[in-house]
C-alpha cells in the first residue's frame, strides 16, 4: 500500500495572493501524486465557500465535499508551508496548509489525527519553522 504522506506531499516556503491560490496548490499535490483526479481541486474550493476550511491556530485543512467520493482514488495528505502566511479572512492568517483526501471515512480519522498535532502552538511553530522536509515528516508521522 501506498503512503498516504511522504516527502512528495510537501512544497516548502509557498508564498500566495490569496487562500484560492493556497488551496490550489494543496490539491495539486494531491492530483500529481495520484490520490485525487483534478476536479477533487474544484471540490476543495466549493468547501471553502460552504464553510471555511481555516480551523485556528494557523492552519487550514482544505478537502472536499460529501460528493466527492468518486474523486478520491486513494487517501492521501498535502502539506504547504506558507511562512509569510495566507489570509483565509479576517484574523485567520494561516501558515500551514494541509489538504486531506480520504477515501471512504478515512479523512475523519485524518482529520482527527491532524487536528491533535496542530492544537498544540508550538507544533505549529516548527512546521511553519521547518527548513526540511524531513522534520515535517517527522512531526507529522505519529498523526498518519
Same mark, same amino acid.
Given at each position: 500500500m501506498k503512503s498516504i504522506f511522504d516527502e512528495k506531499n510537501i512544497q516548502m516556503n509557498a508564498s500566495f495572493n490569496n487562500k484560492t491560490e493556497a488551496i490550489k496548490a494543496a490539491g495539486e499535490i494531491l492530483v500529481n501524486n495520484d490520490y485525487v483526479t483534478e476536479d477533487y481541486i474544484l471540490d476543495m474550493l466549493q468547501r471553502e465557500e460552504i464553510m471555511s476550511t481555516y480551523m485556528g491556530n494557523h492552519v487550514s485543512i482544505p478537502h472536499g465535499v460529501n460528493e466527492s467520493q468518486s474523486k478520491i482514488k486513494?487517501?492521501?495528505?498535502?502539506?504547504?508551508?506558507?511562512?509569510?502566511?495566507?489570509?483565509?479572512?479576517?484574523?485567520?492568517?494561516?501558515?500551514?496548509? !494541509?489538504?486531506?483526501?480520504?477515501? $471512504?471515512?478515512?479523512?475523519? #480519522? =485524518? +482529520?482527527? *489525527? !491532524?487536528?491533535?498535532?496542530?492544537? $498544540?502552538?508550538?507544533?505549529? #511553530? =516548527? +512546521?511553519? *519553522?521547518?527548513?526540511?522536509?524531513?522534520?515535517i515528516i517527522e512531526l507529522l508521522k505519529g498523526a498518519l
Amino acid at each position: 500500500m501506498k503512503s498516504i504522506f511522504d516527502e512528495k506531499n510537501i512544497q516548502m516556503n509557498a508564498s500566495f495572493n490569496n487562500k484560492t491560490e493556497a488551496i490550489k496548490a494543496a490539491g495539486e499535490i494531491l492530483v500529481n501524486n495520484d490520490y485525487v483526479t483534478e476536479d477533487y481541486i474544484l471540490d476543495m474550493l466549493q468547501r471553502e465557500e460552504i464553510m471555511s476550511t481555516y480551523m485556528g491556530n494557523h492552519v487550514s485543512i482544505p478537502h472536499g465535499v460529501n460528493e466527492s467520493q468518486s474523486k478520491i482514488k486513494r487517501s492521501g495528505i498535502s502539506f504547504v508551508q506558507v511562512p509569510e502566511g495566507v489570509s483565509f479572512g479576517e484574523d485567520k492568517l494561516a501558515y500551514i496548509i !494541509i489538504g486531506i483526501a480520504g477515501k $471512504e471515512n478515512e479523512h475523519l #480519522e =485524518i +482529520l482527527s *489525527n !491532524i487536528a491533535l498535532v496542530c492544537s $498544540e502552538l508550538d507544533n505549529i #511553530e =516548527i +512546521l511553519k *519553522n521547518a527548513e526540511t522536509k524531513e522534520e515535517i515528516i517527522e512531526l507529522l508521522k505519529g498523526a498518519l
